[in-house]
């Protein structure tokens, strides 16, 4: 009855189970000494602002931010922090892991804090960033990379628009 198809791509996930339950909002999913731990854990010094902005990325489970949203977030929270702290801690979560980066646009770069393999949408008309369920498999052959070099990554972005009529 409930046999796999033969040929049928098979997914298997590897990231760990700890991430927050999906749909959870609030910020309490994330408390103060799990952000320093996620700190220490790759090496960087859980400074005070890295503290405050790690603590408001990552206490809303998997989400796509700007540097402009998370200033504004960080400015709405009382945190006194500039844009360029913010894009540079930014920088910093993506070094080391934490944090994914999601080039849309030249000009934008979102920060994704689901650091596992998966790919995204993009509204193009809403700049709206989301997931692609891990289960739609897009990728089929990869091209073959440049002498010297090997794939690091294969990050796909599908743009989507409103359709007409
Ligand atoms: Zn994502």
Not at 48 to 64: P, S, V
Not at 110 to 125: A, G, K, Q, R
Request: hydrophobic share 35%.
């Amino acid at each position: 009855m409930n046999q796999s198809r033969p040929g049928a791509p098979v997914v298997t996930a590897s990231t760990p189970q700890s991430r927050p339950m999906p749909g959870r909002t609030d910020l309490t999913g994330c408390p103060w000494h799990d952000v320093k731990e996620k700190l220490r854990d790759v090496g960087l010094r859980p400074t005070r602002q890295r503290m405050a902005l790690g603590w408001i990325l990552f206490g809303k489970g998997d989400r796509h931010v700007t540097a402009e949203m998370l200033y504004e977030e960080a400015t709405h929270a009382k945190v006194p922090v500039s844009l360029a702290t913010v894009y540079n801690t930014l920088h910093q979560f993506t070094e080391v892991g934490l944090l994914r980066q999601v080039a849309v646009d030249g000009s934008k770069a979102y920060f994704d804090t689901n650091n596992s393999e998966h790919h995204h949408f993009f509204v193009e008309d809403r700049n709206d960033l989301m997931d692609i369920p891990s289960t739609d498999v897009l990728v089929g052959k990869a091209p073959t990379p440049p002498e010297g070099y090997e794939i690091a990554r294969i990050d796909v972005v599908v743009r989507l628009r409103r359709k007409q009529g």
